[in-house]
T-cell receptor, first 111, second 112 residues
Framework: QKEVEQDPGPLSVPEGAIVSLNCTYS??????FMWYRQYSRKGPELLMY????GNKEDGRFTAQVDKSSKYISLFIRDSQPSDSATYLC???????????FGAGTRLFVKA | ETGVTQTPRHLVMGMTNKKSLKCEQH?????MYWYKQSAKKPLELMFV???????ENNSVPSRFSPECPNSSHLFLHLHTLQPEDSALYLC???????????FGPGTRLTVT
């Protein structure tokens, strides 16, 4: 079983839709949860990170963590064509620098 | 230059060649990382350096040799690679722990 599972998509939505991206994980020691966005031919860029369970909102983006279910989500409201990218979830425990990434979900937002 | 830069952006090498990838961060961070990104696979952490000291080596074959002369520069020396090593190699940096990593644009490596 992979440590982090993420549906690769692609996910295609119309402009203005609410997008839900998800990851599941197996290691209960993970405490920090990150979402990165990667455009084609670019490196990933951090969107947001959360610690432990709960919600965090930043503009059109909301990250949710449910540690009891080992499930994290990223919601994008009022999606735009510029949101078209691959979204990577990532997570780590409290020690060291090792971060485990999901394989990424490819998102297309159609104008 | 700002952020994290990587050179070259593209590299084609034969299996018997020796080449090096370079990464430089202009963010004042103390930790630097090498990742391998293959199609439809998760990013694979290869090496981590914190204040120039290697803290992670994720069972990487010895044909990949990292070097970190200072906190701003990171190299990946490549020698007798295999075709399956063809991938995007990403460098990242962070301040303190790895929660906020800043990535470079990557080097697209093709081994022929």
């Amino acid at each position: 079983q992979k440590e982090v599972e993420q549906d690769p998509g692609p996910l295609s939505v119309p402009e203005g839709a609410i997008v839900s991206l998800n990851c599941t994980y197996s290691n209960s020691a993970f405490q920090y949860f990150m979402w990165y966005r990667q455009y084609s031919r670019k490196g990933p860029e951090l969107l947001m990170y959360t610690y432990s369970s709960g919600n965090k909102e930043d503009g059109r983006f909301t990250a949710q963590v449910d540690k009891s279910s080992k499930y994290i989500s990223l919601f994008i409201r009022d999606s735009q064509p510029s949101d078209s990218a691959t979204y990577l979830c990532a997570m780590r425990d409290t020690g060291g620098f090792k971060t485990i990434f999901g394989a990424g979900t490819r998102l297309f937002v159609k104008a | 230059e700002t952020g994290v830069t990587q050179t070259p952006r593209h590299l084609v090498m034969g299996m018997t060649n020796k080449k090096s990838l370079k990464c430089e961060q202009h963010l004042g961070h103390n930790a630097m990382y090498w990742y391998k990104q293959s199609a439809k696979k998760p990013l694979e952490l290869m090496f981590v350096y914190n204040f120039k000291e290697q803290t992670e080596n994720n069972s990487v074959p010895s044909r990949f040799s990292p070097e970190c002369p200072n906190s701003s520069h990171l190299f990946l020396h490549l020698h007798t690679l295999q075709p399956e090593d063809s991938a995007l190699y990403l460098c990242a940096s962070s301040q303190d722990n790895g929660n906020e990593q800043y990535f470079g644009p990557g080097t697209r490596l093709t081994v022929t």
